[in-house]
């Protein structure tokens, strides 16, 4: 059983984790009651995130999978979460004004924006694709941005990162991106080399898709200056 194959890694991971750990399940609709109970056998449930895929062909006989969830947990009641680093920096389409200065909004020359709380439902990002630097051939490749907002939201510069199913090495670069430290484990040899070929990247190419100058961007938003 799923869940069996769950509980079997899951309880080895917990001697590694620190009282102010964070921990992040990814799975679909199929998983999704195996993970909250496995999980919640050992860690605090705190939330359920989903966020869009996309990308994928349509289904002909079925409502097409284009979403997946995170389960989020932690160790106990005392962990990390810096709300103001992961806020989504969206355009204000009709901005309002109190006595004549913008309010809850900022006036730049780009545009009108307004900083938003982020929410457990995330339709901002893109699953890499042929075109983007970070694309591999990996089957279920995270994007780098979906791990920028998690690592960001539970970590702190020089904080440690595990990720006990690396593939690709998403996470392990994002984590050098930002200035973490991880630990990346993968059984397979070729996910290996990609991950490591991609780590090598990340010591002179720091950028994130859809992450620029400190701040999430609402999809398809972000202008330079003229």
Not at 17 to 29: F, H, N, P
Request: glycine residues 6%; proline residues 5%.
């Amino acid at each position: 059983m799923y869940e069996e194959w769950l509980d079997s890694w899951l309880r080895l991971c917990i001697p590694l984790l620190k009282e102010t750990a964070s921990v992040y399940i990814c799975g679909d609709w199929r998983s999704a009651s195996a993970i909250q109970r496995a999980g919640s056998k050992y860690f605090k449930l705190r939330n359920r995130i989903t966020w869009e895929r996309e990308k994928g062909r349509g289904a002909k006989a079925n409502w097409k999978n284009a979403a997946e969830d995170i389960w989020f947990f932690t160790v106990s009641d005392k962990y990390t979460f810096n709300l103001d680093v992961v806020k989504q920096r969206r355009r204000v389409v009709a901005p309002y004004r109190e006595n004549g200065r913008p309010k809850d909004w900022d006036e730049t020359e780009t545009g009108n924006y307004r900083d938003t709380h982020p929410s457990n439902l995330w339709t901002d990002i893109t699953v890499p694709f042929w075109s983007m630097p970070e694309n591999t051939d990996h089957p279920t490749q995270k994007p780098e941005k979906l791990l920028a907002k998690i690592i960001l939201a539970s970590t702190n510069p020089g904080d440690l990162v595990l990720d006990p199913f690396a593939g690709s090495g998403t996470t392990a670069v994002v984590a050098k991106k930002l200035g973490r430290n991880f630990v990346a484990i993968e059984s397979d040899e070729n996910y290996c080399l990609l991950a490591a070929k991609r780590l090598k990247l990340a010591e002179t190419d720091r950028s994130i898709q859809g992450f620029s100058e400190g701040v999430f961007w609402e999809r398809n938003s972000f202008n330079k200056p003229r």
